[in-house]
Structures are given as C-alpha cells and as structure tokens.
C-alpha cells in the first residue's frame, strides 16, 4: 500500500499540472484513502467553488470517481489508531518541525503513512518530502 499526501491524491481525480505524473507514480498500486483525506479532498473541492475555480458538477464528478475506486479496490480505507498516530505526530513536530518548517497536516499524514507501513509516500510538497524521508519513509520525486 502507498500513501499520498492529499494534494498529490486529489491529483488523481481533479486535473492539476502535477497530475500526470502522480498518476505515473501510482500506477497499479493499492492507495491508503483515510478519514484526513476525505476531509481534506472535500474542503479543497468547495474552495475550489467557492474562488470560482471548479463548476459544482466538476465537483461531484471528482467526489463520484473517489467513490468508484473505493468500490473499485483501488482505494483503501484501512483502520487507524489515531491516538496512536496523533501521538507519533506530536512527537514529530517536536523533533522536526523547527529545522524543516512543516505544517501540522503535514506532519499527520507522515505519521500516519508510517503507522500504516506504507511502501511509499507521494508528496509535491518539499518540505514534507524532507520529514517522510528523515522517518524512514520512501519518497520518490515526482
């Protein structure tokens, strides 16, 4: 299983000029979906609304797609224990955050990509790309 930071997931179902290559990226492999995604991926799309960026039936046709891969097996919703990853996050901004600058989400989904044992990690973000590497986290550029 590999993880995605939600920018590089949403990647998948709404064109973005990064998409192509997340798309390479992830070819063929089974990709954790967890309840931080789903929130995210659904905030993101209403801003896009809301900037005047994305018409609502774009909107829903992501949000359809996401649902059809969850069907489909292509996405996962494995179980998390949050305490634990909320934990391991806590203790990642302590140990990182101050020399690689990262942003809470950012830290969360490293922590849980690791909780999970994920094969690999997808970001586009450098900073983040930083910490899931300094964890131990493989993370390809993209």
């Avoid at 910490?131 to 986290?137: D, E, P, S, V």
Wanted: net charge positive.
């Amino acid at each position: 299983m590999i993880y995605l930071d939600t920018g590089c997931l949403l990647k998948l179902y709404y064109p973005e000029p990064d998409s192509p290559a997340v798309v390479r990226a992830v070819s063929g492999q089974l990709i954790a979906l967890v309840p931080v995604h789903e929130l995210e991926i659904a905030n993101a799309l209403e801003l896009k609304l809301f900037r005047k960026e994305a018409r609502p039936s774009q909107t829903r046709a992501t949000h359809a797609l996401v649902e059809q891969d969850v069907r489909a097996g292509i996405l996962h919703r494995p179980p998390v224990n949050w305490e634990e990853a909320l934990r391991d996050a806590t203790t990642l901004a302590r140990a990182h955050s101050r020399a690689l600058g990262c942003r809470s989400l950012d830290i969360l989904h490293c922590a849980i990509a690791r909780h999970l044992a994920a094969k690999t990690f997808i970001t586009t973000d450098r900073r983040q790309r930083r910490l899931a590497t300094a964890i131990g986290l493989a993370c390809p550029a993209l």
